[in-house]
């Protein structure tokens, strides 16, 4: 597994070269999942998905996992004695594979600190609306719309950001922005935003692979390209 790089300027994240090995954390349907195959199926990221994880059997991300070949695993909150125990299996199980990259894709867990500490700057997540607004515990799903919806907000759209132990707070990589029409539902809005999260997710994976996100504190920087990093 890479390792993050420390440059002076701040700590460079991803890697620069070859292939990565990515593991998608999945709970549902996955479509973010299957946007990240036909990126790596297209040659746009330079990468594969090396194994997806689900906390349900009942998933159809994992009938996309099959499909395309990918080696898929079940782990099921409620046969793990607390959150500590289930994490410490998700590591092992991901270190298995050689994941360079983690990716949430609809993943329905809060990842204990002790996970986030141990892979930190190598987990991302994508959110369906603009962060830090509409985020939080609590906030998926059709509700992140309904909020959107009920807030009277003129621009919505979704996050790609790298995880850290607050939920939904970690450091910014991505965003897009999709404006909110008079007539919307939560349906027509969440479609709308569907449609950008699939092209957003593998751009920021595009941009882990090539060395090109550099994260101080909070805040993430998107290098030209990866010779940037390097402190003259």
């Known amino acids: 597994m890479t390792d993050a790089v420390a440059q002076s300027?701040?700590?460079?994240?991803?890697?620069?070269?070859?292939?990565?090995?990515?593991?998608v954390l999945v709970s549902g349907g996955g479509t973010n999942l299957q946007a990240i195959l036909d990126a790596c199926a297209r040659g746009e990221i330079p990468g594969r998905v090396v194994v997806v994880a689900s906390t349900t059997a009942k998933a159809y991300a994992l009938v996309r996992a099959r499909q395309a070949g990918v080696p898929a695993v079940v782990l099921a909150p409620?046969?793990?004695?607390?959150?500590?125990?289930?994490?410490a299996r998700l590591a092992e199980v991901l270190q298995a594979h050689d994941?360079?990259?983690?990716c949430l894709a609809g993943f329905l867990?809060?990842?204990?600190?002790?996970?986030?500490?141990?892979f930190r700057g190598r987990i991302m997540n994508i959110h369906p609306a603009l962060l830090p607004a509409f985020g939080g515990v609590g906030m998926y799903g059709p509700h992140v719309h309904e909020t959107v919806l009920a807030s009277g907000a003129k621009i919505s759209g979704c996050t790609v950001h790298f995880v850290d132990e607050t939920p939904d707070g970690g450091p910014i990589i991505l965003q897009a922005a999709v404006p909110v029409q008079d007539d919307d539902s939560v349906e027509s809005l969440a479609a709308r935003i569907a449609e950008q999260e699939h092209h957003l997710y593998p751009e920021a994976i595009r941009l882990f692979a090539g060395g090109r996100l550099q994260m101080n504190g909070k805040r993430v920087r998107?290098?030209?390209?990866?010779a940037e990093l390097v402190p003259s």
Do not use: E, K, N
Not at 9 to 23: F, T, W
Not at 99 to 102: G, T
Not at 109 to 118: E, G, N, Q
């Open 109 to 118: 867990r809060i990842l204990t600190a002790a996970f986030v500490d141990r």
């Open 222 to 226: 998107i290098t030209r390209d990866a």
């Open 9 to 23: 300027r701040g700590r460079a994240v991803g890697r620069s070269g070859g292939l990565i090995g990515i593991g």
């Open 99 to 102: 994941v360079d990259l983690i």
């Open 78 to 87: 409620w046969s793990f004695p607390d959150r500590q125990t289930y994490d």
